[in-house]
């Protein structure tokens, strides 16, 4: 069967993926995307991740995608927790390499280097993403003090920093951890 976009009249097989910005962090920190909403021919979507040295693509995950990273300059360390073994595998890549991050499975990117650029790679149109920083500051705190035994007001303490969604870290205001511009 031939998939009806195929047949438009109104076809387009083109696009600028820099021309969607996901999120920008700063002018050496950004997200560039083209997904199905930007190109409805398209069968996979991408981000264009740029990095600059010590900036993280803050703990996520996709629970109907799963994500292949391509380093294009610069480079980094990805890393997956493991759901079956409970472990955490990370891999240093260089230009050239490549790492497949599972469908659900919780992974991060910290850039190693300045001018990193990262292509992004899923297997469906558009990911879904649950962001490691909106899981942990909407959880109310009671939950977590009675399923783990968490002093309530201490966890409250340690989220309070996340006022909203952190896709590239640290926030801007962060004093401990600053990326190298």
């Known amino acids: 069967m031939i998939d009806p976009i195929l047949k438009s009249p109104n076809l387009n097989l083109a696009a600028d993926s820099n021309q969607y ?4 962090r700063d002018a050496h920190n950004c997200v560039t995307q ?4 930007q ?7 991408f981000f264009n991740v740029y990095l600059s040295k010590g900036i993280i693509v803050q703990p996520h995950w996709h629970p109907n995608a799963t994500e292949m990273v391509v380093v294009i300059r ?12 409970q472990k955490v595998m990370a891999y240093y890549l260089k230009p050239g390499q490549v790492a497949v991050l599972p469908q659900g499975w919780f992974h991060w990117i910290i850039a190693e280097t300045n001018d990193v650029y990262v292509l992004t790679i899923f ?37 309070a920093p996340l006022q909203e ?6 926030p ?10």
Do not use: W
Request: glycine share 10%; net charge negative.
């Open 165 to 170: 969604s952190v896709i590239l870290g640290p």
């Open 34 to 37: 083209l997904f199905g909403e």
């Open 74 to 85: 610069g480079e980094v360390v990805t890393a997956v927790f493991n759901p079956f073994t």
């Open 123 to 159: 297997d469906v149109p558009t990911p879904d993403v649950v962001l490691g920083s909106d899981f942990l500051r909407c959880i109310p705190k009671e939950v977590l003090g009675r399923a783990y035994c968490i002093n309530e007001e201490d966890y409250a303490r340690a989220i």
């Open 39 to 45: 190109l409805p021919a398209i069968k996979n979507g």
């Open 21 to 24: 910005v996901f999120y920008k």
């Open 172 to 181: 801007l205001d962060c004093g401990k951890y600053k990326g190298n511009c």
